[in-house]
């Protein structure tokens, strides 16, 4: 199965209704149970470090999504988004343009030939690690790229049922992963490698969670896959089900998750 295939429908409705766009980040948050763990660590990092300006890079920026909320409710900051896919940077630009944030700027870029270094109080990346073979690349980038006392926020699937991969016999749910996911031990072994000590780390679609993502995501995403036509379908199927994975949602993020099938992991560069 992939997402890729989903996700390209819905950015090319954006790109010709761009009006949507905000409308389209309130269902992301609202549907996917990664995002409020993130906007609830967000907002924590924003309280910690006070009222100065955080120079913030968006890792992988996607639709633009979290960008957006940083932009909103980070502020002061000063964001640059990247990201591999040039259609969607492009969409960005305009789109940011015309909401008039002259503190964000959107560029197409590889995270693992990423160059800079002291310029950022914080890293967002969000479900973007699973996609990427050179990791640990990435990471020494990142340690390279944060100033002293600057966190890096990782989401991703775990190991514990990331990707829908329960036991060695399983293949990943999405196609586009490079990896299943991450414990919490590998990633304070390959972050600690670069000089970046855990903070905290969370994990997440527990028990409830895992059902919500199932009833909410995978099984609408497996439509899609047949046929771009059932994305006509979905908007009855998630009238039926939505009260029914808004619910388990809330449980799970309410709850203290021994393992999960995501893993929120936050770093500091000490």
């Known amino acids: 199965m992939h997402y890729d295939p989903v996700k390209n429908v819905f950015a090319g409705i954006l790109r010709s209704v761009p009006a949507s766009r905000v409308a389209f980040y309130k269902l992301l948050d609202i549907m996917f149970l990664r995002s409020w763990y993130v906007r609830r660590e967000l907002k924590a990092l924003r309280r910690k470090f006070g009222i ?33 896919k040039e259609d969607w940077v492009s ?27 002291n310029r950022y109080d914080l890293i967002v990346c969000v479900d973007v690690m699973e996609h990427i073979v050179e990791d640990e690349q990435v990471f020494a980038n990142y340690a390279k790229a944060l100033r002293k006392g600057g966190f890096v926020v990782i989401n991703t699937p775990s190991i514990y049922g990331g990707s829908d991969v329960h036991d060695d016999d399983d293949e990943s749910f999405i196609g586009e992963h490079a990896r299943d996911g991450y414990s919490h031990t590998d990633l304070e072994e390959k972050l600690g490698k670069q000089g970046l000590k855990t903070y905290q780390y969370k994990y997440t679609y527990g028990f409830w969670g895992d059902k919500a993502w199932r009833l909410g995501i995978k099984y609408p995403i497996m439509l899609a896959n047949i046929s771009k036509l059932l994305i006509l379908v979905l908007p009855f199927y998630f009238l039926v089900t939505f009260l029914f994975t808004f619910i388990m949602m809330e449980i799970d993020y309410r709850s203290k998750n021994k393992v999960g099938s995501g893993i929120n992991f936050i770093a500091v560069k000490e």
């Open 52 to 84: 100065g300006q955080m120079s913030i890079l968006d890792a992988g920026s996607g639709y633009g999504q979290y960008t957006y909320f940083m932009a909103k409710n980070m502020k002061p900051a000063i964001i640059d988004a990247i990201d591999v």
């Open 91 to 117: 969409d960005c630009k305009e789109f940011f343009a015309s909401k008039n944030y002259a503190n964000v700027t959107f560029s197409i870029g590889d995270l693992t030939k990423l160059h800079v270094e």
